[in-house]
């Protein structure tokens, strides 16, 4: 079964830093994007990063350029996002999800989600 687990989220306060993880389980990323989304209720999701797994190309969303970073580690098949300096704005559910589409970046169908990680950053 094709799955993608989030995990990493929490409380922590404006310029604290969080690291997500995105496991991938029942395939392996090799030829995928994996992406990073987040969603306050009620707001339209917006994607944050993406990695291209087969050429290592990064995109980031301009409210997070120079704060998150986004690597993978191959041997546990997993995606991570290291969010530096949180700012109370990036306060969200964060998703993973993977595409086929990985010369796309952000822009490509994400057609497999992981089930979110709250980030809640106080003032």
């Known amino acids: 079964e094709v799955q993608l687990v989030a995990s990493g989220g929490g409380l922590v306060q404006a310029g604290g830093s969080l690291r997500l993880s995105c496991a991938a389980h029942?395939?392996?990323?090799?030829?995928?994007?994996i992406g990073w989304f987040r969603q306050v209720p009620g707001l339209a999701r917006e994607g944050v990063s993406s990695?291209?797994?087969?050429?290592?190309?990064?995109t980031y969303a301009d409210s997070v350029k120079g704060r998150f970073t986004i690597s993978r580690d191959n041997a546990k098949n997993t995606v991570y996002l290291q969010m530096n300096s949180l700012k109370p704005e990036d306060t969200a559910i964060y998703y993973c999800?993977?595409?086929?589409?990985?010369?796309?970046?952000?822009?490509?169908?994400?057609?497999?989600w992981g089930q979110g990680t709250l980030v809640t950053v106080s003032s």
């Open positions: 999800a993977s595409t086929r589409n990985w010369k796309l970046g952000l822009k490509g169908y994400y057609d497999y």
């Open positions: 029942g395939f392996t990323f090799d030829d995928y994007a």
């Open positions: 990695l291209s797994i087969p050429d290592g190309t990064t």
